[in-house]
Nanobody
Framework: QVQLVESGGGLVQAGDSLRLSCAASGRTFSNYAMGWFRQAPGKERAFVAAIRPSGGSTFYADSAKGRFTISRDNAKNTVFLQMNSLKPEDTAVYYC????????????????????WGRGTQVTVSS
């Protein structure tokens, strides 16, 4: 089992930045690829970004490219999502997820690719 706990969400204004963190415990963190997803009210959970176990490769949704950066610190069992130039449409609950499977890049976009999920952290961006 892998336990994931997100933090760092909050209420910000458009144009502001936030840094989300996801702390993992239970298994060897460096064996897992990590992903960030988000779910807005009334919408399906959507891929935001993913990072391979070593941190050597990252993947982004089009909506996140150029504004969000995913990174990880395997020594601290933590994955981060730096979000800049936030927009009201970024408002959602943000979830981190973990998978021990190796996929081609596009497969990390699927919620079904992940075995473990956190409970989420709310991000609200006001206009």
């Amino acid at each position: 089992q892998v336990q994931l706990v997100e933090s760092g969400g909050g209420l910000v204004q458009a144009g502001d930045s936030l840094r989300l963190s996801c702390a993992a415990s239970g298994r060897t963190f460096s064996n897992y690829a990590m992903g960030w997803f988000r779910q807005a009210p009334g919408k399906e959970r959507a891929f935001v970004a993913a990072i391979r176990p070593s941190g050597g490769s990252t993947f982004y949704a089009d909506s996140a490219k150029g504004r969000f950066t995913i990174s990880r610190d395997n020594a601290k069992n933590t994955v981060f999502l730096q979000m800049n130039s936030l927009k009201p449409e970024d408002t959602a609950v943000y979830y981190c997820a973990a998978t021990s499977d190796y996929y081609s890049g596009s497969s990390y976009y699927r919620t079904g690719a992940y075995d473990y999920w956190g409970r989420g952290t709310q991000v609200t961006v006001s206009s």
